[in-house]
């Protein structure tokens, strides 16, 4: 897999337009950006290799959910019920928030995956 460093290469041009990167565990295939810098946050973006593994997996997530609404319906409610338990201004529990959603994505992910996603038209 190839590593998508130096992150400054693609952080500056994005700190131009007011997004932050938050360093994280999963630098080496999904730099995580966000703006503004203050909570909340209104923007995420995860830079990925295009053509690579972790762009596949988001696409097939995405498109899956594009498709199947109860799928997206049921997401959908399990970041209402995660997010009423979340201290959103506490770092770590929006770390939390995310990881618990782990689990859901990864089964997605798996299931769109076999079913043939992404779709590419």
């Not at 990167?21 to 946050?41: G, K």
């Amino acid at each position: 897999m190839k590593q998508l460093q130096p992150v400054p290469l693609y952080a500056e041009p994005l700190a131009t337009l007011g997004y932050l990167h938050v360093p994280h565990v999963d630098d080496a295939f999904c730099p995580f950006f966000h703006r503004p810098h203050a909570w909340p946050h209104t923007h995420h973006v995860h830079v990925v290799e295009a053509g690579g593994q972790e762009e596949r997996r988001t696409l097939a997530f995405r498109d899956f959910l594009r498709e199947h609404s109860d799928v997206a319906r049921e997401y959908a409610a399990l970041k209402h019920r995660l997010a009423a338990l979340t201290d959103t201004t506490s770092a770590d529990a929006r770390e939390a928030y995310a990881s618990a959603k782990s689990e859901f994505i990864e089964r997605v992910v798996q299931v769109a995956l076999t079913a043939g996603y992404p779709r590419r038209s």
